[in-house]
């Protein structure tokens, strides 16, 4: 995926590079702007969510980003339990 072809998606989305950042998990902004540039190439998990987002509408995309950063959080604190508990 090219870095415009990136950018493209996130903008039919009406999102800003840290609320995509936010939903795909990544921390900061920092990140996608660096890929929207061609400073890194994202994962190609990251470009496999972009290109199913870009077939989807807008409502539908924010609808799966948000399931997503859902299904996220409860791995990301499953995982956390799992260190604290020491398995």
Do not use: C, N
């Not at 890929?35 to 496999?48: D, K, M, N, V, W």
């Not at 799966?64 to 409860?74: A, I, R, T, V």
């Amino acid at each position: 995926m090219t870095p415009a072809k990136f950018k493209e998606i996130r903008e039919q989305l009406k999102l800003s590079q840290t609320e995509l950042a936010t939903h795909l998990g990544v921390k900061t902004y920092k990140p996608i702007s660096h890929y929207e540039t061609g400073f890194r190439t994202p994962s190609l998990l990251i470009q496999a969510v972009m290109s199913w987002l870009s077939g989807l509408s807008e409502k539908e995309a924010v609808k799966f980003l948000e399931q997503l950063k859902h299904h996220m959080d409860k791995v990301q604190k499953s995982s956390k339990r799992k260190a604290h508990d020491g398995r």
